[in-house]
């Protein structure tokens, strides 16, 4: 059964603060991506990775970066948060075929 | 406008009856995934699909690259499909999917 881990499942954030989301996959796949959904909405690609050393952008990535550092993990990073970042964040690994998702993360910025 | 276009954004599920919900695409989709996302915000997968169609239970879908739709049928539904549907459509780069807004299906009591 594939599995994608995210922490922490929810955090609160102050504004200016630096946010880090981690992710975990135990698939060995090659591909992993950073979702965000906001209410209502479906998901929409901020950064995704080939692989361990690479990151690029997706369709929204002002002001967050990634880093993937192994192939297990994968990184969001926001150095200044800011509450329009205030979100549900999904991270996803996956290769040719299907994306496998994980429980996500809540996260707040107040 | 919106790239993967769903509708329609809500519907009420007798049970014991069928339903279909249906994606339009505006851009190349060569691959397309199928999620339920539960009430506590999980993404399920339903389905994979190139071209062509697949069915699992009550549950089938079709997907037609040339006329850029998918649809998605539920036979018999019942309370335990309720949620909301989302389709994705492989963008062409890493894999990487670009959402509909989702299909909320709300159970209707008798």
């Known amino acids: 059964e594939a599995a994608v881990t995210q922490s922490p499942r929810n955090k609160v954030a102050v504004t200016g603060g630096k946010v880090t989301l981690s992710c975990n996959q135990t698939?060995?796949?090659?591909?992993m991506y950073w979702y965000r959904q906001d209410t209502g909405h479906g998901l929409r690609l901020i950064h995704y990775?080939?692989?361990?050393?690479?990151?690029e952008k997706g369709d929204i990535p002002d002001g967050y970066k990634a880093s993937r550092p192994s192939q297990e993990n994968f990184s969001l990073i926001l150095e200044l948060a800011t509450p329009s970042q205030t979100s549900v964040y999904f991270c996803?690994?996956?290769?040719?075929?299907?994306?496998?998702f994980g429980p996500g993360t809540r996260l707040t910025v107040l | 406008g919106d790239k993967v276009k769903q509708s329609p954004s809500a519907l009420s599920l007798q049970e014991g009856t069928n339903s279909a919900l249906r994606c339009n695409f505006s851009?190349?989709?060569?691959?397309v995934q199928w999620f339920l996302q539960n009430p506590r915000g999980s993404l399920i997968n339903l389905f994979y699909?190139?071209?062509g169609t697949k069915e699992n239970g009550r549950l089938k879908s079709a997907f037609d690259s040339k006329e850029s739709y998918s649809t998605l049928h539920i036979r018999d539904a019942q309370l335990e499909d309720s949620g909301t549907y989302f389709c994705?459509?492989?963008?062409?780069?890493?894999?990487?999917?670009?959402f509909g807004s989702g299909t909320k299906v709300i159970p209707c009591l008798p």
């Open positions: 996803a690994s996956g290769e040719v075929y299907e994306q496998y």
């Open positions: 698939n060995n796949h090659n591909n």
């Open positions: 990775s080939y692989g361990a050393g690479s990151t």
């Open positions: 851009i190349a989709a060569t691959t």
């Open positions: 699909l190139v071209p």
């Open positions: 994705a459509a492989e963008a062409g780069f890493a894999s990487a999917l670009t």
